[in-house]
T-cell receptor
Framework: GENVEQHPSTLSVQEGDSAVIKCTYS??????FPWYKQELGKGPQLIID?????GEKKDQRIAVTLNKTAKHFSLHITETQPEDSAVYFC????????????FGAGTRLFVKA | DTAVSQTPKYLVTQMGNDKSIKCEQN?????MYWYKQDSKKFLKIMFS???????INETVPNRFSPKSPDKAHLNLHINSLELGDSAVYFC????????????FGSGTQLSVL
């Protein structure tokens, strides 16, 4: 079945710096790759997503890149702010007789003011 | 107006008891889910329902029984609670059975003593 690995598990950056989180997936049939942000005491919230027919997508300070050949995808946050501090999850969706979203283990991002 | 609301937010109970968690979404989505998040923040799909029909049952013990009386509600009943059931349970909904663009509730923290 699909397996999603996410690195690093913890990331600490200075306010204004960039943050990069990387994920790999195992099932080449996966075709949808969302990123979720989870703040303390809340549920995950979708921040950006990308489909397998697209290599890059950007939304203001957030961008996601996908390399289908290498089965890698990454989240890039530029000009980080303290409110970006949260746990970020990558995920991959695969159809196994019913669509299933497999999440990475999460990256705890700390943005220091 | 909360998009996906689940109750209760906290549930503390003794081993062996039976408990229920309720979930409602007002987004008009056809698909609803239950996810389990363990103490290490790992998110795992438990069930997905599309228009009241079970689509995914991710080898969850049959002590867990979801019920969807209509497509806006998906409740989770747990019999004979065990210590290992302690976790945060998230309800989510999405516009289609493709698992895309999920909206999560704020979670129910279950503690089994």
């Amino acid at each position: 079945g699909e397996n999603v690995e996410q690195h690093p598990s913890t990331l600490s950056v200075q306010e204004g710096d960039s943050a990069v989180i990387k994920c790999t997936y195992s099932d080449s049939a996966s075709n949808y790759f969302p990123w979720y942000k989870q703040e303390l005491g809340k549920g995950p919230q979708l921040i950006i997503d990308i489909r397998s027919n697209v290599g890059e997508k950007k939304d203001q300070r957030i961008a996601v890149t996908l390399n289908k050949t290498a089965k890698h995808f990454s989240l890039h946050i530029t000009e980080t702010q303290p409110e970006d501090s949260a746990v970020y999850f990558c995920a991959a969706t695969v159809n196994t007789g019913g669509f299933k979203t497999i999440f990475g283990a999460g990256t705890r991002l700390f943005v220091k003011a | 107006d909360t998009a996906v609301s689940q109750t209760p937010k906290y549930l503390v109970t003794q081993m062996g008891n039976d408990k229920s968690i309720k979930c409602e979404q007002n987004l008009g989505h056809d698909t609803m889910y239950w996810y389990k998040q363990d103490s290490k923040k790992f998110l795992k799909i438990m069930f997905s329902y599309n228009n009241k029909e079970l689509i995914i049952n991710e080898t969850v013990p049959n002590r867990f029984s979801p019920k969807s009386p209509d497509k806006a509600h998906l409740n989770l009943h747990i019999n004979s609670l065990e210590l290992g059931d302690s976790a945060v349970y998230f309800c989510a909904s999405g516009p289609a059975a493709t698992n895309e663009k999920l909206f999560f509730g704020s979670g129910t923290q279950l503690s089994v003593l």
